[in-house]
């Protein structure tokens, strides 16, 4: 039971150039999130998917796009990476069987140069 | 939207003093609060939750009060111990199924040996 996956750990880009942040889940949670985290700023929420089918605007969802893929991938694209994206990348998911408690995966350290 | 404010941004203490961190939020709606503890390089971790019908929630050294009528909690961390080193977000939500959280901008505890 590997809990919430991420791939890639690290990334370094160019301004304008594209990547997708991967993220699955073996918990069989309905809902998924994608956060961001910098400095002094806590975790904001980029958008999530309550469901398979289903996704929504977080708080900060400019320059971003999203796929729920399937119950259990949910994948976050950047299409033309600009260096305000430099942060950290948290996915996470939840579901009824745990209380809706949001279990985090280990995180994307994205770097846009 | 919501808003959680948290506070210090920086806490240091001796091993075995007590450590309390603490919350404010706008949105008198939110009736779900839980805290994470984010260790380095890793995805934060939940180590305590508190629902809006329930005014204190203890688990061994770390506890959870809650204050709906002046909107703050806190978390209370005795018998403190330098693994307790680490970064705490408090978060506000609802209870829907997807839970959208409102993550305040964390606390950095030491615990000096």
């Known amino acids: 039971n590997a809990g919430v996956t991420q791939t890639p750990k690290f990334q370094v880009l160019k301004t304008g150039q594209s990547m997708t942040l991967q993220c699955a889940q073996d918990m069989n949670h309905n809902s998924m999130y994608w956060y961001r985290q910098d400095p002094g700023m806590g975790l904001r929420l980029i958008y999530y998917s309550a469901s398979e089918g289903t996704t929504d605007k977080g708080e900060v969802p400019n320059g971003y796009n999203v796929s729920r893929l399937n119950k259990r991938e949910f994948s976050l694209r950047l299409e033309s990476a600009a260096p305000s994206q430099t942060s950290v990348y948290f996915c996470?998911?939840?579901?009824?069987?745990?209380?809706?408690?949001?279990?985090f995966g280990p995180g994307t350290r994205l770097t846009v140069l | 939207g919501e808003n959680v404010e948290q506070h210090p941004s920086t806490l240091s203490v001796q091993e075995g003093d007590s450590a309390v961190i603490k919350c404010t939020y706008s949105d008198s709606a939110s009736n779900y609060f839980p805290w994470y503890k984010q260790e380095l390089g890793k995805g934060p971790q939940l180590i305590i939750d508190?629902?809006?019908?329930?005014g204190e929630k203890k688990d061994q050294r770390i506890a959870v009060t809650l204050n709906k009528t002046a909107k703050h909690f806190s978390l209370h961390i005795t018998e403190t111990q330098p693994e307790d080193s680490a970064v705490y977000f408090c978060a506000a939500g609802d209870s829907g199924s997807a839970r959208q959280l409102t993550f305040g901008s964390g606390t950095q505890l030491t615990v000096l040996p």
């Open positions: 996470a998911s939840s579901g009824p069987a745990g209380g809706h408690t949001q279990y």
């Open positions: 508190i629902r809006s019908n329930v």
